[in-house]
Nanobody, 114 residues
Framework: QVQLAESGGGLVQAGGSLRLSCAAS????????MGWYRQAPGKQRELVAT???????KYADSVKGRFTISRDNAKNTVYLQMNSLKPEDTAVYYC????????WGQGTQVTVSS
């Protein structure tokens, strides 16, 4: 059974940085797309960034230039480097892997204080 486990969330002051990681356990092959989504209180889950198997990336406009997504295929791991964090980045962050199926992590809280 495949499970995704996020780590790296926490509390940081505005302007600070955090690095999120998400690793897959279990047998998982040919991850086409890895991504990060977030959900703030009272809001819908939204796309933050994705990266394809060919390293093509896509970012939400709100994080462009501040966040960087990367992946390590050998480790079945995706990363999200978050710099210049703002209070509006506060949310639960979820990783997402897409093969022939879709897998979600359990979420990690990121809180940015002003």
């Amino acid at each position: 059974q495949v499970q995704l486990a996020e780590s790296g969330g926490g509390l940081v002051q505005a302007g600070g940085s955090l690095r999120l990681s998400c690793a897959a356990s279990g047998s998982i092959l040919s991850i086409n797309v890895m991504g990060w989504y977030r959900q703030a209180p009272g809001k819908q889950r939204e796309l933050v960034a994705t990266i394809t198997s060919g390293d093509s990336t896509k970012y939400a406009d709100s994080v462009k230039g501040r966040f960087t997504i990367s992946r390590d295929n050998a480790k079945n791991t995706v990363y999200l480097q978050m710099n210049s964090l703002k209070p509006e980045d506060t949310a639960v962050y979820y990783c997402n892997f897409r093969t022939s199926r879709v897998y979600w992590g359990q979420g990690t809280q990121v809180t940015v204080s002003s």
